[in-house]
């Protein structure tokens, strides 16, 4: 019997895992250097909280969750997004009494039964940020720079910023009433889903996957005419700090993205490569979420990047160059060795040196040309050979890989020599 993984997972393998190093890398990097503190929350959490906070009538609660219960016969969930877990673990532990503004990031896998395709899979990964704790509008284009500088440092080089305000409470109640009004004629052309949503949250129908509802949806009248004050001078104070801060984008009425929890500020990532239908990660305001999650009321705005479609995403635009992070990667030591006694001092060796660098060497014995091919083929920069009448005279052979360059070194000195010559320790 042969195992496959589960349909829509992946394995990460040697090889391309270096790309994801690469990126959770990056993304440590740029969000630290932005004030974020990562945050690492469990990969299952009562279902209720993701009903509560994503919302009853998303498709990722309809239709994507993987649920189960114990033996205790509780309800758990994998988690199908981030920013749920963070909320909750916020106010589980009180963290505004630590500091009132928060920023917050994760990395981790996130869970979704959903139809697998180019860039859409059942496991994927997130890289994600809160920031909790304001209604500053420059906290919502900071958030959104934030993301344009991780894309940039990633490698994804075109990308397309999409921004909508979806309002607060009020305001959306307005447009809900508004939507159904415009979809209430064509009810019999929407799929049955839509229908459905057409009478709880015809938001929803705006998210909707079916080509047939994008299209009826069109010519929507466009959510900022909906807007109360408030949520239009926040909208407008969005924009200018974006333009501000150099970061071009489109405004798009038809943005809602798939959870219930965003006002005001909503925006989305896109790449050429994706196609319009499949973004590369956005986010938007919760400002209700914290308190529905409760805790004190308390807005908050935050993002998530799918890294499986920045990874792609990169390697088009950097023409499908994996970044294996600079040369200085390959710097590494082959030993190759001949007989017990040589297999002793490498041993010892390789234990000195591997707490600087990478270290090779066979466990089997094996002849010298033989192992002098795989240190070629693990791409290590030198090598040092401990072998016949010159390890009698306690001498090894020291040997650049690239030239092929051979010394030859007294066994005492042979530690600290290979340390400067590889300019580690
Ligand atoms: P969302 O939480 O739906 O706004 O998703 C944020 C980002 O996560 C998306 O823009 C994608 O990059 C990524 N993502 C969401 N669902 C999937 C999936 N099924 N497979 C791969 N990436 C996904």
Same mark, same amino acid.
């Given at each position: ?58 498709? +990722? ?136 949503? =057409?009478? @709880?949250?015809?938001?929803? +129908? ?17 959510? %900022? ?40 500020? @909503? ?5 050429? %490569? ?17 308190? %529905? ?11 998530? =990047?799918?890294? %499986? ?28 060795? =001949? ?32 192992? =002098? ?18 390890? @009698?005279?306690?001498? @090894? ?11 030859? +070194? ?16």
């Amino acid at each position: 019997m042969q195992y496959k993984a589960p349909r829509g997972t992946q394995d990460i393998l040697p090889g391309e895992v270096e790309r994801w190093q690469r990126f959770e890398e990056i993304s440590r990097r740029v969000l630290s250097n932005y004030g974020y503190r990562e945050i690492r929350t469990p990969i299952f959490e009562q279902k209720e909280l993701f009903l509560r906070a994503v919302g009853q009538e998303t498709d +990722i609660v309809q239709k994507e969750m993987y649920c189960f219960t114990d033996r205790k016969e509780r309800w758990f969930a994998l988690r199908p997004e981030g920013t749920a877990p963070v909320i909750r673990s916020y106010v589980e532990h009180a963290l505004w009494k630590d500091r009132p503004f928060q920023k917050l990031y994760y990395i981790g896998p996130m869970f979704r039964y959903d139809r697998p395709q180019k860039g859409r899979y059942r496991q994927f990964h997130q890289v994600g940020a809160e920031a909790v704790g304001s209604l500053e509008p420059l906290v919502d284009a900071e958030v959104i720079a934030t993301v344009r500088q991780l894309l940039e440092a990633a490698g994804v080089k075109k990308v397309i910023l999409k921004l909508n305000s979806l309002g607060d409470a009020e305001s959306r109640g307005k447009y809900a009433a508004a939507l159904k009004k415009y979809f209430s004629g064509k009810r019999e052309s929407l799929c049955p889903d839509c229908r459905v949503r =057409l009478e @709880a949250n015809p938001l929803r +129908i705006l998210d909707c996957k079916v080509p047939e509802c994008n299209e009826l949806s069109r010519d929507i009248p466009p959510m %900022e005419e909906y807007l109360s004050p408030d949520s239009l001078r926040h909208y407008e104070s969005v924009q200018r700090w974006l333009t501000v801060s150099g970061v071009s984008f489109e405004k798009d009425k038809n943005l809602v993205r798939g959870l219930d929890y965003y006002t005001r500020t @909503a925006f989305e990532f896109h790449h050429g %490569e994706l196609g319009a239908s499949v973004a590369l990660g956005g986010g938007g305001r919760y400002d209700s979420l914290v308190a %529905e999650c409760g805790g004190p009321d308390t807005p908050a705005i935050g993002f998530s =990047l799918g890294s %499986e479609r920045v990874l792609l995403a990169a390697s088009q635009d950097s023409g499908g160059e994996a970044d294996d992070g600079g040369a200085g990667k390959k710097l590494g030591l082959y030993l190759a060795w =001949l007989g017990p006694e040589a297999c002793e001092k490498a041993l010892g060796l390789a234990a000195a040196l591997r707490k600087f660098i990478r270290v090779e060497m066979d466990l089997e014995p094996r002849s010298l040309k033989a192992q =002098l091919r795989q240190a070629n083929k693990l791409e290590v920069s030198h090598a040092v050979i401990l072998a016949g009448d010159e390890l @009698a005279r306690d001498l @090894a052979q020291f040997k650049e890989m690239t030239t092929g360059a051979q010394e030859e +070194i007294g066994l005492a000195n042979l530690e600290e020599f290979v340390k400067t010559k590889l300019n580690v320790g």
